[in-house]
């Protein structure tokens, strides 16, 4: 009992400083182990629908400027201006006509450079051969503008629609060549060794070991080949046609219309923000194996 009510009255450390002390008794002690807490340097859990903070706070910052005046309404529209001039653009069927345009070119210039990207990328990666005659030329053609080549292909392909998806596709291809062939090449040596020690097939050996090792560094070029498809999208479209988002937004440029700009901007950043996303959930569930940051 007193020592109990002298443990109470006792300042606060004493108690712990008492317990720590080894026993005056002779009898042999065990030092107890000291847990010492572990510094999380990791990022933390993942937050849902994080990547729509930043978009969201870019709006009500544009609500706000415009509500209290300090954004000049013929410099930016309002949010709402653009959206009501988005809804009369669609009742009047001109903006769907020219976003289904816009999405079928982006479409068929993304897959032909998807797949010349991915065999190209494959011929070169895996043969010394391919990658003699396909490496050089592509660095080349990376080095040159390839909204440059637009007079050489109206040239070639005519001024319709065919140049248009060709220039996408070279776009495109370029990004996702690079990443995967860095990939590739960039398997490192000894799980080729442990190919060897296990006596896989050459298919084998592609299958198990390097289209694995290999598919972050392609969604990587993929993620910027669906970003570049849109941008070129934006310019050629402003070359002879006579529809799409670019061409609405470079008709609406001669007669001022600033609101119809900013929607077509919007749309892009849509798509862009849209396509991105389906990628980066096709990544994860492709990868689901990986352990990594974002998981």
């Known amino acids: 009992m007193t020592d109990t009510v002298s443990e109470q009255l006792a300042p606060p450390g004493t ?8 026993p005056t008794t002779g009898a042999p002690t065990t030092a107890t182990p000291v847990r010492r807490r572990v510094r999380r340097l990791a990022p933390g859990k993942r937050l849902p629908y994080a990547r729509l903070l930043g978009p969201a706070l870019l709006l009500v910052i544009w609500s706000v400027a415009n509500v209290t005046g300090s954004l000049d309404p013929r410099t930016l529209p309002a949010p709402w ?3 009501r001039t988005g809804a009369h653009l669609w009742s009047s069927g001109t903006l769907g006509t020219d976003i289904t345009e816009s999405l079928w ?6 897959a032909i450079g998807l797949t010349a990207g991915v065999v190209l990328a494959l ?3 895996l ?7 396909i490496d050089g030329t592509v660095q080349i053609n990376r080095s040159v503008p390839t909204l440059g080549l637009i007079p050489l292909f109206i040239l070639w392909l005519g001024i319709g629609e065919t140049f248009k998806v060709a220039i996408i596709a070279i776009v495109v291809y370029i990004p996702i060549y690079l990443n995967l062939y860095s990939a590739l090449s960039g398997i490192d040596h000894r799980f080729v ?4 020690v296990l006596r896989l097939s050459r298919w084998q050996f592609i299958r198990q070991i390097v289209i694995p090792g290999a598919l972050p560094g392609f969604f990587v070029g993929l993620r910027l080949g669906v970003t570049g498809s849109w941008l070129s999208l934006v310019v050629l479209e402003q070359i002879n046609a006579t529809n799409g988002l670019g061409y609405m937004m470079f008709q609406a440029q001669n007669y001022g219309q600033t609101d119809v700009i900013v929607l077509g901007l919007l749309i892009y950043g849509v798509f862009g923000f849209a396509s991105d996303s389906v990628v980066r959930i096709l990544e994860r569930r492709v990868l689901s194996w990986r352990r990594s940051l974002n998981t």
């Open 123 to 125: 011929l070169a990666g």
């Open 193 to 196: 060794e442990l190919g060897e």
């Open 15 to 22: 108690a712990d400083a008492v317990a720590a002390d080894p």
């Open 105 to 110: 070119r982006a479409a068929q210039g993304f």
């Open 127 to 133: 043969s010394r051969i391919g990658e003699a005659v």
């Open 81 to 83: 201006t653009v959206v």
